[in-house]
């Protein structure tokens, strides 16, 4: 048997298993992109730091 015949049929049987996600894909991009700019703020924050302490 050929393996182009083997995954035919595993193509034919559909068995597929499908987790749906929580909320819509896009949400994901925007939370992740919100984390990060906080995370630049907090880097940001600490700039000048070294410059208080003579």
Known sequence: MKIS???AQAAEEGH???N???VDPIWYGVVAFAI???LMLVTMSWKGISYRHK
């Open 20 to 22: 749906e996600l929580p």
């Open 5 to 7: 015949t083997v995954l």
């Open 36 to 38: 990060l700019m906080l």
């Open 16 to 18: 597929h298993i499908v």
